[in-house]
T-cell receptor, first 112, second 116 residues
Framework: GNSVTQMEGPVTLSEEAFLTINCTYT??????LFWYVQYPGEGLQLLLK?????DKGSNKGFEATYRKETTSFHLEKGSVQVSDSAVYFC???????????FGKGTKLSVKP | GAVVSQHPSRVICKSGTSVKIECRSL??????MFWYRQFPKQSLMLMAT?????????EQGVEKDKFLINHASLTLSTLTVTSAHPEDSSFYIC????????????FGPGTRLTVL
């Protein structure tokens, strides 16, 4: 079945550092790929998504490219801020009714 | 924006009692809602898919008689944990998929259930 593997955290960076969180997937067909973010004490929010190969999703300085050849959807940001501290989840659509399959999440802490 | 609320946000109950959690889409209609369970430092695990006006579809290993799901309207789905036990303590999260919209789910803030 479909599955997602993302790098384990926690990841600790200094402000303005470059961020990469790796995400690879296994899927049949052509799933949509997502990154969700969960800020402390809040629910998940959609950060960005891509629906087909070579699409690049971007939002708030974050971006990720749907790479079919490497089955990857790595999240990147050129310069992180303290306010980016959160848990980031990579996800893809499952087999039925559009349910989501999530990676285990990567906690990011950005220090001033 | 698309807002999903959950109530209560936090509940503590005694073992053997039942707890109902509500999930509402506040500003859109959702024919499909999803219920997830999140363990500490773990990912979200899909429990069931709830369709308005029909029976929920449960994932393998999820007891349908223990986790009762009702999706009575296009804006409300409820999850009832029946005869709760300490091992049911977890963070329960719902999401809603906008009717006729793209495959984007909007998540509620979650409900922390603690069973004593």
């Amino acid at each position: 079945g479909n599955s997602v593997t993302q790098m384990e955290g926690p990841v600790t960076l200094s402000e303005e550092a470059f961020l990469t969180i790796n995400c690879t997937y296994t899927a049949t067909g052509y799933p949509s790929l997502f990154w969700y973010v969960q800020y402390p004490g809040e629910g998940l929010q959609l950060l960005l998504k891509a629906t087909k190969a070579d699409d690049k999703g971007s939002n708030k300085g974050f971006e990720a490219t749907y790479r079919k050849e490497t089955t990857s959807f790595h999240l990147e940001k050129g310069s992180v801020q303290v306010s980016d501290s959160a848990v980031y989840f990579c996800a893809l659509t499952g087999r039925s009714q559009g349910n989501l399959i999530f990676g285990k999440g990567t906690k990011l802490s950005v220090k001033p | 924006g698309a807002v999903v609320s959950q109530h209560p946000s936090r509940v503590i109950c005694k073992s053997g009692t039942s707890v109902k959690i509500e999930c509402r889409s506040l500003d859109f209609q959702a024919t499909t809602m999803f219920w997830y369970r999140q363990f500490p430092k773990q990912s979200l695990m899909l429990m069931a898919t709830s369709n308005e006006g029909s029976k929920a579809t449960y994932e393998q290993g999820v007891e349908k008689d223990k986790f009762l799901i009702n999706h009575a309207s296009l804006t409300l789905s409820t999850l009832t944990v029946t005869s709760a036990h300490p091992e049911d303590s977890s963070f329960y999260i719902c999401s809603a998929r906008r009717s006729g919209g793209p495959d984007t789910q909007y998540f509620g803030p979650g409900t922390r259930l603690t069973v004593l």
